[in-house]
């Protein structure tokens, strides 16, 4: 299988991006993500992005910050029923938090969701509509740019006349809990 190269990433958040959408269709080989994912946000740390997607637990951390990109390195894609070393070693680890005892060899999809991430301190489980972005059931709307080349992706932010912060999905996601936990 070929190496997954680290790819830089820029996303914006607001209530309709939909200009700039228009716009990157134009410059750009635009594609839009339809899915329904599951993030695991941890407490612990903004630089593990994982979830699962299409039955799979998919993390990919962030190894580096250039120029305001974030640069993501996939690091696990695996199925379920998921392997406990797989658990500790890897998503635990990832997320910067202690792995809770594990009494089975391998959990299915949903025992993983209810018996080992729900019950942990520190970890969030978001589920997430990426027709139109709804995070835990609240619309936004983002559009992302990325590439292995860094410089493509600041040239086509340079060309859409983006000058917001790059927010990533788990600072987003944080952004929300922490809003919505104060009303």
Not at 22 to 30: F, G, I, M, N, T
Not at 53 to 64: F, H, N, Q, S, T
Not at 127 to 144: C, F, I, M, R, W
Not at 152 to 170: F, H, Q
Request: hydrophobic fraction near 40%; proline fraction near 4%; glycine fraction near 4%.
């Amino acid at each position: 299988m070929a190496e997954i190269k680290p790819r830089y990433e820029f996303r914006v958040w607001g209530a309709d991006l939909g200009a700039i959408r228009q716009k990157l269709e134009q410059l750009a080989a635009a594609k839009e993500t339809k899915s329904q994912e599951t993030y695991l946000i941890s407490s612990a740390t903004d630089h593990c992005n994982a979830k699962i997607r299409d039955g799979l637990m998919d993390i990919k951390v962030l190894v580096a910050e250039d120029r305001g990109l974030e640069q993501w390195r996939p690091i696990l894609k695996a199925g379920f029923p998921l392997e406990r070393s797989i658990i500790a070693e890897q998503v635990f680890a990832n997320l910067q938090l202690p792995a809770p005892a594990l009494g089975k060899s391998a959990y299915e999809l949903r025992e993983f969701l209810d018996e080992v991430m729900r019950s942990r301190p520190g970890v969030t489980v978001v589920d997430v509509s990426k027709t139109q972005v709804v995070l835990n059931g609240v619309p936004e709307d983002t559009v992302a740019a990325e590439s292995v080349d860094p410089d493509a992706v600041l040239k086509l932010i340079k060309n859409l006349g983006i000058s917001d912060t790059n927010t990533s999905y788990i600072r987003e996601i944080k952004r929300l809990l922490s809003r919505s936990s104060r009303m």
